[in-house]
């Protein structure tokens, strides 16, 4: 009988290390994907599914991102022709129905803050696929409740290659992914949000996301995490 509880105590503690150090090793992909968010200069095209109050709503952008900086621009759906900028921790629009609206962010890196993260989500690599025709490592981020993300990360740049949005429960809310994507190209300009009034259409007010979405008369999806 002592010897059958010790050996389910050896099988118990050899489960929970090989459950940390599967942790340990999907935060450590977590810290590299935060890092080629912020310094991987790329340009493809991305496509993006959500479930909006409006019901399933579908859109391409094409997106640069470089250094920091991220412009993306929707080549399709109501928000055609728009840019959305990120620099410095700033967000705003250009063009389109979104002209000279800006909004307040706390920055996109922070989504991925492993730190944060590691706090309220547990973290596993569960299995290889091929995104935008790259290899890519697929890992899986989940609260208590059952909510929490899919990430494709590309397996040389380290860069989430797709992204799914999961609800408490289970069910994906959205899905974001890379069409296709180049590697090493001139990160985009410096760019800094317009001052002032240049024309009537280009009045700046902050606003949140909400507020865009009432401004816009729809809902912009901006691909997250890529």
Same mark, same amino acid.
């Given at each position: ?91 705003? !629009?250009?063009? *389109? &129905?979104?002209?000279? %609206? ?9 989504? $991925? @803050?492993?730190? +944060? ?12 696929? !091929?995104?935008? *025709? &790259?290899?890519?490592? %697929? ?9 929490? $993300? @899919?990430?494709? +990360? ?15 429960? *289970? ?56």
């Amino acid at each position: 009988m002592l010897l059958f509880a010790v050996t389910l105590a050896v099988v118990a503690a050899s489960v929970l290390v090989y459950e940390y150090c599967r942790h340990r090793r999907a935060m450590g992909s977590l810290v590299a994907a935060q890092q080629a968010r912020t310094t991987v200069a790329c340009k493809g095209v991305v496509q993006t599914r959500a479930y909006t109050p409006e019901g399933l709503v579908h859109s391409r952008a094409e997106v640069h991102r470089g250094e920091g900086r991220v412009v993306i621009r929707y080549l399709d759906g109501p928000a055609e022709g728009m840019e959305v900028i990120r620099s410095d921790g700033q967000v705003w !629009t250009r063009g *389109g &129905r979104g002209r000279g %609206r800006m909004m307040h962010t706390g920055g996109g890196a922070a989504q $991925l @803050d492993p730190d +944060l993260l590691g706090e309220h989500y547990r973290a596993h690599i569960i299995g290889q696929a !091929t995104v935008a *025709g &790259r290899p890519a490592t %697929r890992l899986a981020l989940r609260r208590r409740d059952g909510g929490g $993300l @899919d990430l494709w +990360l590309d397996r040389e740049y380290s860069l989430p290659l797709r992204t799914v949005v999961i609800l408490p429960g *289970g069910k994906a809310v959205s899905d974001t992914q890379y069409e296709s994507i180049e590697y090493g190209v001139t990160p985009p300009s410096e760019q800094t949000p317009p001052a002032g009034q240049q024309g009537a259409a280009m009045a700046i007010e902050p606003t949140d996301a909400a507020g865009m979405q009432r401004a816009l008369g729809f809902t912009p999806l901006q691909p997250r995490y890529v």
